[in-house]
């Protein structure tokens, strides 16, 4: 018997040397832009050139369910917002299925149904408290329609967080812990469902922290608590997640990374979007991905993971950042190399250089106490000067449906002049900002908010900082 073990050792070690590992990773497909080529090039592209083995969509759109038909690649779609509340119904459930769903299915590999996308965040406490019975009816109507190998879920921005960091001491936010998050967890174990969460390292960009944050080498961030050194902003967010699921006692629940990426172009208020950035960060993550490691807290997963995103949208809403996400241009020419092209996986991109000192030498034992980090600036959530009174207005309305107080703004108030939209919603989106937990995420906003430094308080209308 020995003799065939050595043999089998040598042709799997053959295996490995001449036939590498093979690699893939997910991306979302945005559709805004009024440039973009047909959903059938599309996948034909991304089955022939690239590894992409999964695409997200935003929405259920048939074209595009008909253009993945017979590919073998992976889709998830996502039912919008606006349809929870109807989804409570059982009859209407059924009937979206069959319409929506069931005329694709399998030929098009449906894995995930996303009701709603970042409910949390952005809708009404209404619409919250629907969510998870709508997800339980939709789950129902799909077995009673015969598509039971298909899962349900919902992502989450970051923003379901009370805290991230130190990820051993994170925690999701009170109320919608017990009251939402909770019931959804239980779901998705009895279920096998993903539990999808959004994290963006780019919305916490610090210039001091870049290495960190792009996956260049760097001296590493100590969780003393769990003794735990990190090496990249990514994990970190993981691990908050991860722990605050531990804290409901729903460690078990499989995490999808649903949206991450970088913008490779920006503002002259957003320095930090350049190509070079765009592609440490998602050059990063690809590596990362496909060395099969899972994070300091949970070093056996392998986080599925979906970069945000496939193309560069010249129609989205928002900041030249907004429309320059994608790692393609519309006539799938590369906006810079990642080692996505299949022609390219031989000449991967090196790791780049680090900008702030990088290496872990000088990293103190596990059990050294680890000096607090410097205490910031004050920091203001201001609306971009590109955003609409429109998206403003929304903005108030969502923000004052919160429990913040909205009084100042209102007639009388120390605010209300003046009486302008844009003076309102800046008001009133820093409030909820520095009430959410100064996060840059807190500011996003459908991407109408940004961060400043500058102090915008004038005579008795005071910024909370």
């Known amino acids: 018997m020995e003799k065939p073990n050595k043999i089998l050792l040598l042709l799997i070690f053959v295996a490995v040397l001449f036939f590498p590992v093979v690699i893939s990773i997910g991306v979302n497909y945005g559709t805004l832009g009024n440039n973009l080529p047909p959903p059938s090039q599309v996948a034909q592209f991304l089955k022939d050139k690239t590894v992409i083995d999964r695409i997200k969509i935003f929405d259920i759109n048939p074209d595009i369910l008909r253009a993945f038909a017979n590919t073998g690649i992976s889709v998830t779609v996502t039912v919008p917002n606006g349809e929870i509340p109807n989804l409570m119904d059982l009859a209407y459930a059924k009937r979206y299925v069959e319409s929506n769903i069931k005329p ?34 939709f789950y129902q109507a799909l077995g009673e329609v015969g598509l ?21 001491a994170a925690r999701f936010r009170p109320g919608w812990d017990v009251g939402i998050l909770a019931p959804m967890l239980k779901f998705l174990r009895e279920t096998k469902g993903p539990f999808m969460v959004n994290p963006y390292p780019y919305f916490g960009y610090d210039p001091k922290q870049e290495d960190f944050l792009l996956f260049r080498k760097n001296k590493g961030v100590y969780d003393r608590f769990s003794k735990r050194w990190y090496n990249n902003s990514f994990d970190m967010l993981l691990d908050a997640v991860y722990m605050s699921m531990v804290r409901l006692k729903y460690p078990d629940v499989e995490i999808v990374a649903a949206e991450t990426g970088w913008p490779s172009a920006g503002e002259s208020y957003e320095p930090q979007c350049t190509v070079e950035n765009a592609a440490s960060y998602n050059g990063g993550l690809l590596r990362k991905y496909n060395s099969g490691t899972g994070t300091p807290l949970m070093p056996k997963r392998k986080i599925e993971t979906y970069i945000f995103a496939l193309f560069n949208e010249n129609t989205k809403p928002g900041s030249i950042a907004e429309k320059n996400f994608g790692l393609f241009r519309p006539d799938f020419s590369a906006v810079y190399n990642i080692g996505v092209l299949k022609e390219d996986q031989a000449h991967p991109t090196p790791a780049p250089a680090p900008k702030n000192g990088g290496g872990n030498k000088d990293k103190p034992k596990s059990k050294s106490p680890v000096a607090a980090p410097p205490a910031q600036n004050k920091k203001f959530c201001m609306p971009k000067v590109e955003a609409t009174d429109a998206q403003l207005q929304s903005n108030i309305n969502y923000v004052c449906s919160q429990g913040v107080d909205c009084t100042p703004i209102q007639v009388g108030g120390p605010c209300f002049s003046p009486n302008t939209i844009r003076s309102h919603a800046a008001f009133v989106m820093n409030s909820y900002f520095q009430k959410e937990g100064r996060n840059n995420f807190n500011c996003d906003f459908a991407g109408t908010g940004v961060v400043a430094n500058a102090d915008p308080s004038y005579g008795t209308c005071k910024y909370d900082s």
């Not at 995930?112 to 009816?137: C, F, R, S, Y």
């Not at 298909?150 to 051993?168: A, E, T, Y």
């Open 148 to 168: 039971k190998g298909i899962k349900v879920s919902s992502p989450h921005s970051l923003g379901i967080l009370l805290r991230s960091n130190p990820p051993s």
């Open 104 to 137: 694709f299915y399998p030929q098009t590999k449906i894995d995930v149904i996303l009701i709603g996308n970042e409910v949390l965040h952005w809708d009404t406490p209404e619409v919250q408290n629907k969510l998870v019975p709508a997800m339980k009816v």
